[in-house]
C-alpha cells in the first residue's frame, strides 16, 4: 500500500461480481478479473449487469465492504495484505470450482509455487451440450490473470448461446462447430486484449494460451492456441491426446524426438501460439473425433499435464482417482491435489466431463 496523505488515499468500494474489497479508482479486480467501471462494451460485458430501471447509474459508489481480517488477526489492506503480519490474504482467484451438472465439473488451483493464479476455465452445459474451455495466462507477461479469466468466460458463453446445427450428421455437427469454435476463439483473443490495463515500456502484454471442447451428441470439436490440452479418455480401447501444442516440444516430437526427451527440455514450453496483443494472428487449430462412450472428456492446462503427458498415462493417473469418487468435481479436485504434492510447480486447471455409462456420483466412505 502506498505512503501519503490519508486524506488522498482513495476509499474502499466492493466488486460487484465477487465481493471483494477494491480501491474506488482501480479498474479491476484482482480477485476475480472483472472490470471496476472501465467500459464493459464488447467482449469484456460479462464482468457487468445492466442497472434495473431507475436503479443507480454504474458510477454510484457502491456500500464498504465489511473488514477482512488475516488469520493472525490484523486487518486486510486494499492490496490484499494483512497490515500485520504482511502476508497475501488467500483470494477466491487461488481456488475455485464448477459443477453445472453431475457429469461436468472444473477445478482451477493456484499451485505451490506461484504467487498468483494466472489460469482460467469455465464450464456450461445447456441442454444435452457439454462446453469446457481452459486458459493459461503466460507467465512472464503482466495481468495475464485478468486476460485469462477474460477470455475463458467470453468464449464460454459464446459456445453456450449458440444455437445448435441444423442437422445432426457428424459432418454438419463438426461444421458448425468448427464455425462457431472460430467465433469463440475471435471474442477470447477481443477480451484478452481489452481487458487489462496498458503495459509499461519493457513489459510484456497479458497473454494466455486457450483450448476449447464442444460434445454435441457424439461428436467432439476441439480449438486451441498454445500448449493447454485436451484428452479423450475412454473406459476402453484407445486413449488420445486430441489437441496438439503449439509449441517447441511438439515441434521436436514431430521430427521425431522422443516425447519424453523433448518434454524435459528447457525450452518445451516455448509456445508459438497464443491470445493477447502480441498474438501471431489466424485462426486456431481444430479438430474433431466422434467418441465412442463411455469415458472421460479431460480439458487441461499444463500445471497437470507437465507431470503425466502421454495419453495412456493420462488415462490411468484418471482412473486411479475415478476408483476413489466417481463424481468429476471429486476426480478434478483430487487430479489438482496429486499435480500440487508433485511440486505444484504451476498454476493447476482440469476441467473433466464424463460421457456414457452410469451417471458419476460421489464415493462417501463409511
Known sequence: MSEGDPDTVPPLTACSTCGQPVVATDQFCEACGASLGASTSGAASWAASEPATGAPAATTPLPAPSLRRCRCGGAIDADGFCATCGLRAPSERDHFSEQPTPDLAMVCDKGVVHARNEDAAAVAAPGERRVLVVCDGVTTAVDSDVASLAAARVACDVLASARAADSNAPAAVVEHWTRVLIEATEAAQQ????????????????????????????????????????????????????????????????????????????????????????????????????????????????????????????????????????????????????????????????????????????????
Open 191 to 366: 477480451a484478452a486484449t481489452s481487458s487489462a490495463h496498458p503495459v509499461g515500456p519493457g513489459e510484456n502484454p497479458p497473454s494466455t494460451t486457450f483450448v476449447a471442447a464442444v460434445i454435441d451428441g457424439p461428436v467432439l470439436v476441439a480449438a486451441w492456441e498454445g500448449d493447454s490440452r485436451c484428452y479423450w479418455l475412454p473406459d476402453d480401447g484407445t486413449a488420445l491426446q486430441v489437441s496438439t501444442d503449439d509449441s517447441w516440444a511438439s515441434t521436436q516430437i514431430a521430427r521425431g524426438i522422443p516425447r519424453d526427451v523433448a518434454e524435459a527440455d528447457p525450452r518445451a514450453h516455448s509456445i508459438t501460439r497464443w491470445l493477447g496483443v502480441d498474438s501471431p494472428g489466424g485462426p486456431p487449430s481444430t479438430t474433431s473425433v466422434v467418441l465412442d462412450p463411455p469415458g472421460w472428456l479431460l480439458v487441461c492446462s499444463d500445471g497437470l499435464w507437465n507431470y503425466c503427458s502421454s495419453a495412456d498415462d493420462v488415462r490411468a493417473l484418471v482412473g486411479d482417482r475415478v476408483a476413489a469418487a466417481a463424481d468429476p468435481l471429486a476426480v478434478a479436485s483430487s487430479l489438482c491435489d496429486w499435480a500440487n504434492d508433485m511440486g505444484g510447480h504451476d498454476n493447476i486447471t482440469v476441467a473433466l466431463a464424463r460421457l456414457g455409462g452410469p451417471d458419476p456420483t460421489p464415493t462417501r466412505s463409511t
